[in-house]
Nanobody, 124 residues
Framework: QMQLVESGGGLAQPGGTLRLSCAGS????????IAWFGRTPGKGREGVSC????????TYADTVKGRFTISRDNAKITVYLQMNNLKPEDTAVYYC?????????????????WGQGTQVTVSS
């Protein structure tokens, strides 16, 4: 059973930065696509970003384009979500997911493995 563990969440001020990490087994990160989702009580789960299994393709939600960056460090078996210029509306529990899905329509595809989530709160 592959496991994903998120970390890096916390409280940030508007305009601040956070870097989320998604750590998994070597097979998970090196061979699977990885996606980040945010969940809020009002909106439910929303796709944030996706990194293809080859690492050559990235996808971002319109609300985070230009502010968030997804990347992978195979050596450390970790996928990162760099969050810059944070806004209060970015507040959510963020989950990473792994699977054999392409990033096209990643928001609605079934993902095989999920982490436990990490809370991000953006507030002054």
């Amino acid at each position: 059973q592959m496991q994903l563990v998120e970390s890096g969440g916390g409280l940030a001020q508007p305009g601040g930065t956070l870097r989320l990490s998604c750590a998994g087994s070597a097979l998970t990160v090196a061979w699977y696509g990885i996606a980040w989702f945010g969940r809020t009580p009002g909106k439910g789960r929303e796709g944030v970003s996706c990194l293809s299994s080859t690492g050559r393709s990235t996808t971002y939600a319109d609300t985070v384009k230009g502010r968030f960056t997804i990347s992978r460090d195979n050596a450390k078996i970790t996928v990162y979500l760099q969050m810059n210029n944070l806004k209060p509306e970015d507040t959510a529990v963020y989950y990473c997911a792994a699977g054999v899905n392409p990033c096209i329509n990643y928001e609605v595809r079934p993902w095989d493995y999920w982490g436990q989530g990490t809370q991000v709160t953006v507030s002054s």
